[in-house]
């Protein structure tokens, strides 16, 4: 990959909409998005793609500010947080490659903390259908639909007020439902938004990595079969 500039990569998001097949394409097309990656689970059969350290981070965060991913806490809690993090924030994001990111939909609800620390940031944001989301929550989380829908609508909410508090910030939405449906397209959207160049054998493995929803079932069947043999 030919690096035109120093990037930071945060893929933003709801759990469930497409975060992780996001960030995945980040991988395959060369960007550095941690050192040690949560390993594949049958809810994420190709994987998690996204850093042990700002999971552990976030979700330390959000404890102390008096919630989870699941009952976030008041923004203004988390705010609260700042001088307690901001050497752990610091640590965290320095010393990078020049193009690098990271993924945890926690980082919705934290990134506020995060953005003073970074350099030349670019946004992915990832968006899908709520009754899709609600199913995938209840069978991961055994969270009702009524509850995942509200709870979608409030990340999605904070992205909203995030973006309106800091409108200069480059993003790029990104429709789960749409990126499926034409993975060249998006994968060059994504690429032509981070203004990079790319080896085509990487663009190849980056489009061939997103599937449709019925080869995902497929994998995730497979994964359950093995880990109940």
């Given at each position: 990959m030919i690096?035109?500039?120093?990037?930071?990569?945060?893929?933003?998001?709801?759990?469930?909409?497409?975060?992780?097949?996001?960030a995945g394409v980040l991988y395959k097309l060369g960007i550095s998005i941690g050192k040690e990656l949560i390993k594949k689970h049958w809810?994420?059969?190709?994987g998690h793609f996204e850093d042990k350290d700002f999971f552990n981070l976030n979700r330390e965060i959000l404890k102390a500010a008096g919630g989870r991913w699941d009952l976030p806490p008041a923004p203004k809690a988390i705010l609260k947080q700042r001088d307690m993090f901001k050497e752990k924030i610091i640590n965290l994001v320095s010393n990078k490659s020049e193009?690098?990111?990271w993924k945890d939909p926690r980082t919705n609800l934290t990134i506020e903390l995060y953005l003073p620390y970074l350099k030349n940031p670019y946004f992915l944001v990832?968006?899908?259908?709520?009754?899709?989301?609600?199913k995938s929550l209840f069978k991961r989380n055994k969270i009702e639909n009524a509850r995942a829908k509200i709870l979608k609508d409030e990340y999605d909410s904070r992205i909203k007020d995030f973006f309106v508090k800091y409108p200069h910030l480059p993003r790029l939405d990104l429709q789960y439902e749409k990126v499926i449906s034409q993975p060249v397209?998006?994968?060059?959207?994504?690429?032509?938004?981070?203004?990079?160049?790319?080896?085509?054998?990487k663009k190849k493995k980056a489009?061939?990595?997103?599937?449709?929803?019925?080869?995902?079932?497929?994998?995730?069947?497979?994964?359950?079969?093995?880990d109940f043999l």
């Open positions: 690096k035109k500039s120093s990037k930071t990569i945060v893929v933003l998001g709801m759990h469930k909409s497409g975060t992780s097949m996001v809810s994420n059969p190709l193009l690098w990111g990832c968006y899908r259908d709520s009754e899709a989301v609600a397209k998006w994968v060059n959207e994504i690429i032509d938004f981070l203004d990079i160049q790319v080896e085509d054998e489009i061939s990595f997103i599937l449709p929803n019925k080869n995902m079932h497929e994998l995730s069947k497979k994964i359950l079969n093995k």
